[in-house]
């Protein structure tokens, strides 16, 4: 196994086929010790019951709860983050997008449907290594820094690029609170996943 994402629930997987055999041994040796068959019968049908009950609370869980809840999760927030730099691009010179939530420039590449061999020919590629992960910083007019780290905030960023008109996408509190925001979006929690602003 890997010690990566640790803990981890898929870690667990491997165990389930005990579980199953367990539950099988148990409900044969019920059957063997109750002598009224009735009573089994009846034993087994509550069981149902309590199964479909739960499972009918997993299933809510799943597809109600868990997709709103857990949205940032599932980096929710990057199409319509791209597709705002999709329908804007041409009118910056830089666009900047926070990595805070992972991997911004897949996002990016694949809901613009760049090409990638011209992604992986572009002169201006910048990659690095962090933990075994390779990390993408720049490719054309993207810049995918943190903006939380210091020489890469938005202040830092308008100083480094003199007279270049820069787009900015970041994660609430990233900007000062008197830029307007072009963009605001959120996850299906309500929570907000992204502040899109431009220099000032």
């Known amino acids: ?46 069981s149902i019951i309590i199964f479909l009950i739960n499972f009918s609370a997993f299933l809510k869980n799943l597809f109600v709860y868990y997709p709103i809840k857990y949205s940032r999760d599932w980096q929710y927030g990057n199409k319509e983050a791209v597709e705002y730099i999709k329908e804007n691009e041409d009118k910056y010179d830089l666009i900047t997008f926070t990595r805070h939530y992972g991997e911004p420039h897949m996002f990016t590449l694949f809901y613009l449907k760049y090409d990638p061999a011209q992604f992986q020919n572009i002169p201006n590629l910048d990659r690095f290594e962090t933990y075994d992960w390779v990390r993408v910083l720049k490719f054309d007019k993207f810049y995918f820094p943190d903006l939380g780290d210091k020489g ?10 003199p007279g270049k008109k820069i787009l900015f996408i970041g994660k609430p509190g990233d900007f000062p609170v008197y830029i307007p925001r072009l963009l605001t979006v959120k996850f299906l929690n309500d929570e907000v996943a992204f502040e899109i602003v431009e220099k000032q």
């Open 152 to 161: 890469t905030q938005y202040q830092d960023i308008i100083n480094a690029n």
């Open 1 to 46: 196994l890997t010690n990566d994402s640790i803990p981890n629930a898929l870690r667990t997987v491997i165990a389930a086929p005990v579980y199953q055999i367990f539950t099988a041994l148990g409900i044969y040796a019920v059957y063997g010790w109750v002598k009224n068959k009735k009573l089994f019968y009846l034993l087994i049908g509550i």
